[in-house]
């Protein structure tokens, strides 16, 4: 059962009116002036009576009157396998194909889904746009020309904006609506870490030998470091590399985005070139950005091994030129967006599926297919069994 | 003339003498008497003349024809002096007039209506064969009466008098009644018309000494069907007409006790009456008053024969 206008369901609420009225009416009882009390017998305690509710079968009907018409205002529509199906088959099917940015990787797959579709129905028409949700108004004039049952289909990787809640209630109730998200591989969903700030580090400078070497100690540093760039050096080189990165972090007053992992790889690295030979291209998405800052290191090699991306730099450990890159680089991770950030936030699952409907039977050319009809004659024939009831209790009563 | 006249029809004619001459005419056309007896003068026999003998009794055209001197002699030489008690109480009153208590669609007959209609016909048809009728009647604990008394004018007076009781109160049967058959001055009918609710026992010794007086004591008893049937349902709370007191009843559970207390009453007034030689009758007001009236009529007009 496919309700069309579930929020006419607050009504039931109503439902509470005749309980309340029954309740008030049984707290006074009736009083009739009488010969004699003398064949009448002793009182009776029958104060808990006021609580309690009596001629229940009166009750139930007025709140069932008060239910078929809720429910006949939600517009109910039983989609049993055969209603389903044969609507189907005469549907008129608009089909949307978003062609936007994110979508393109996967296009001609949307396409291909489009056409099946399109073949699929009795009368088709496919709509390529970059922005679905402002070619509705169009898609629903051409439908509501057809005869039938009509049906929306949208084709897309559902990102924030292309289709949202308030486009799918813009739709008439007899339009069928399907979403069928077609994805670019990969998106990730993981929480942003977006704090940025400035880290609480008292930095000592030492001048060591010549003017082009330098030792950078960490001072009282009140937390630990967290970042994600691993300094990859020589065992000789290992102390001034650590020390070069401590040092543009310090300088830089920043902390380089989480979830970006980058190692740095020097030249007099031992593993240097089993990790050259075990990584592979770079196609990270934020990759491309930092690389891009970066461009200007003709000795970089660039590449993605265990997680994390690999710089493989010429410059030498603990010197300036050194400490100079590890800055661009914290400036290229603190620069792009972070991967979150770029990942274009999709409208979940759930909720692209809640905002399905399917394809009603149209009664008449351009008529809303509603079973509502079933329980206005429901009420009518509990209005007719209430009055009955009302009637007899009467006579009992009087 | 038809005699099919309902209660609520009866009680919707606000003029109480041709109610009552409705209910009269449509008993006669049956074609029966009052069985109302009186003492009135009628010739019994002959016999000699006695010195002494008052000259107006003497048979002149006798005389004339024989020669011989007689007396006319006559069984009674007084008419029927009939009192009428009408119980006026505030159980009379019920049921209650539904008009005036915003129920258009139910015209029901209060039994004091019912009543004032049965004394109002007594009266006519008492009138009507030259008899004298009275009537006594209790407002507010005081009784008030009009002498029985014949003549259409008296009539007039007795119906104007029915005309203006209104139920309210309780009512002191037995005074009422020995106060009726003291001021019947020779054995006459009275004839009390109550629900009979009220001092059962004192009443029916009252009514037992005014039969031993030599009095015709009838008792009319008036019942509606709403009070016999208690056809209620729920909780009711009862009002007494009379006392005012209240009591809350669930109905449904008590009904048949009701029914079955209230029956035994009927018949223990039936009962006791029929022991103490009074003629008793059960009047409901759902019944149409004329051919009630009649049936009762007939019944005692055959207890009389008898």
């Known amino acids: 059962m496919i309700w069309q206008n579930p929020w006419a369901w607050l009504g039931l609420g109503l439902v509470a009116v005749p309980v309340v009225i029954h309740l008030l009416t049984v707290h006074t009882a009736k009083i009739r002036r009488f010969p004699s009390l003398r064949f009448l017998g002793d009182a009776q305690r029958v104060t808990s009576r006021r609580t309690r509710l009596s001629d229940m079968a009166l009750l139930l009907i007025r709140a069932g009157v008060i239910a078929a018409a809720v429910a006949a205002l939600a517009q109910p529509w039983l989609s049993t396998p055969e209603r389903v199906a044969g609507a189907q088959r005469n549907v008129a099917r608009a089909i949307v194909v978003d062609t936007s940015e994110s979508v393109r990787p996967v296009l001609d797959s949307a396409r291909g889904l489009a056409a099946v579709l399109a073949a699929d129905a009795a009368t088709a028409t496919i709509i390529e746009t970059a922005a679905p949700s402002r070619v509705l108004g169009g898609v629903v004039a051409w439908l509501s020309e057809q005869r039938g049952a009509r049906e929306l289909v949208v084709v897309s990787d559902f990102q924030r904006g292309a289709f949202e809640a308030n486009d799918r209630s813009a739709l008439p109730a007899d339009i069928g609506l399907r979403l069928v998200r077609v994805m670019a591989p990969p998106g990730t969903d993981g929480p942003v870490d977006a704090w940025r700030g400035v880290r609480p580090v008292s930095v000592h400078t030492k001048i060591v030998d010549d003017r082009t070497s330098a030792e950078w100690v960490q001072g009282a540093s009140r937390a630990a470091p967290t970042w994600d760039i691993e300094m990859l050096a020589g065992e000789r080189d290992r102390a001034r590399a650590s020390a070069a990165l401590t040092a543009a972090l310090a300088v830089n007053a920043v902390t380089p985005p989480r979830g970006r992992p980058v190692a740095i790889v020097h030249p007099g690295y031992e593993q240097r070139d089993e990790l050259l030979r075990a990584s592979r291209p770079a196609t990270e998405p934020w990759v491309a950005g930092v690389v891009q800052q970066l461009v200007a290191d003709s000795a970089l090699v660039v590449a993605w091994s265990e997680e994390r991306l690999l710089l493989f730099t010429g410059t030498q450990p603990g010197t300036l030129a050194a400490a100079s890159f590890v800055q661009s680089v914290v400036h290229a991770l603190d620069a792009t967006p972070s991967v979150e950030e770029r990942a274009a936030p999709f409208t979940p699952d759930d909720s692209v599926r809640s905002w399905e409907r399917p394809v009603m039977e149209a009664t008449t050319a351009g008529g809303t297919g509603s079973d509502g009809r079933w329980f206005w004659a429901l009420a009518l024939t509990f209005i007719v069994i209430e009055t009955v009831v009302r009637r007899r209790s009467r006579a009992r009563t009087v | ?306």
Not at chain 2, 25 to 36: L, N, T
Not at chain 2, 237 to 246: A, G, N
């Open chain 2, 1 to 306: 003339m038809s005699t099919a006249l309902s209660p609520a029809a009866v009680a919707a004619i606000d003029d109480l003498e041709l109610a009552a001459r409705l209910v009269v005419e449509g008993m006669r056309a049956g074609g029966h008497r009052s069985p109302f007896h009186g003492y009135s003068a009628e010739f019994q026999q002959h016999r000699p003349y006695r010195a002494g003998d008052d000259l107006k009794y003497l048979d002149w055209k006798l005389l004339a024809r024989t020669d011989r001197l007689y007396s006319r002699q006559f069984r009674e030489t007084t008419s029927l002096a009939a009192m009428i008690v009408l119980d006026t109480s505030g159980s009379m009153g019920f049921p209650e007039d539904e008009k005036t208590r915003g129920r258009e669609d139910e015209t029901a007959v209060s039994k004091l209506r019912y009543a004032t209609v049965l004394a109002a016909s007594l009266a006519y048809l008492i009138a009507e064969q030259g008899d004298a009728v009275g009537l006594l009647t209790s407002a507010e604990n005081r009784l008030s009466y009009v002498p029985s008394r014949g003549g259409k004018p008296h009539l007039r007076r007795v119906l104007a008098a029915l005309d203006r009781v209104s139920s309210g109160g309780s009512w002191d049967p037995a005074r009422s009644v020995a106060r009726a058959a003291e001021l019947l001055k020779r054995r006459g009918v009275v004839v009390v018309i109550s629900d009979f609710y009220d001092a059962e026992e004192e009443t029916r010794r009252e009514l037992r000494r005014a039969a031993r007086r030599g009095h015709d004591v009838s008792m009319i008893q008036v019942v509606s069907p709403e009070e016999a049937e208690l056809s209620y349902g729920g909780d009711v709370e009862f009002e007494d007409l009379e006392s005012h007191e209240r009591r809350r009843i669930d109905v449904r559970a008590t009904a048949d006790e009701y029914r079955g207390r209230f029956r035994a009453f009927l018949d223990r007034c039936e009962r006791e009456a029929r022991r103490d030689g009074i003629d008793y009758a059960l009047f409901t007001t759902a019944e149409d008053p004329g051919p009630a009236l009649r049936r009762y009529l007939l019944r005692r007009a055959e207890a009389q024969l008898r």
